[in-house]
């Protein structure tokens, strides 16, 4: 069992920045694949991106077209939590922000969404224009 608390949501201007942390218990997070994922109103859940196990110390990132660039995603396994830096914010951006656990996909083609099993409560995260 994972259990996994965001933070660091917030309100910001446009062009500022922001890091979320998930906060994850369970001995074998750091061999879990997390995803990030956002839910504007009125709008589905979307994959902003995500980080899966490499191999010893190496870790693959992905990130949605929209977000690639402006946001990094980084594991601390020493404090068992993930960030998601998030710079060059824009309105559009404004969302609550989920980090989830579980399975990434097998290839490049499948959801993020299908291999989280575990789910962290969400954070929001408000730009303003």
């Given at each position: 069992q994972v259990q996994l608390v965001e933070s660091g949501g917030g309100l910001v201007q446009a062009g500022?920045?922001?890091?979320?942390?998930?906060a994850a218990s369970g001995r074998a997070f750091r061999l879990s694949a997390v995803g990030w994922f956002r839910q504007a109103p009125g709008k589905d859940r979307e994959f902003v991106g995500g980080s899966s196990w490499g191999?010893?110390?190496?870790?693959?990132?992905?990130?949605?077209d929209s977000v690639k660039g402006r946001f990094t995603i980084s594991r601390d396994n020493a404090k068992n939590t993930v960030y998601l830096q998030m710079n060059s914010l824009k309105p559009e951006d404004t969302a609550v922000y989920y980090c989830a656990a579980g399975r990434a996909p097998n290839s490049d083609s499948a959801p993020w969404l299908d291999g989280m099993y575990y789910w962290g409560s969400g954070t929001?995260?408000?730009v303003s224009s």
């Open positions: 500022g920045s922001l890091r979320l942390s998930c191999g010893v110390g190496t870790y693959y990132t992905y990130y949605a929001l995260v408000t």
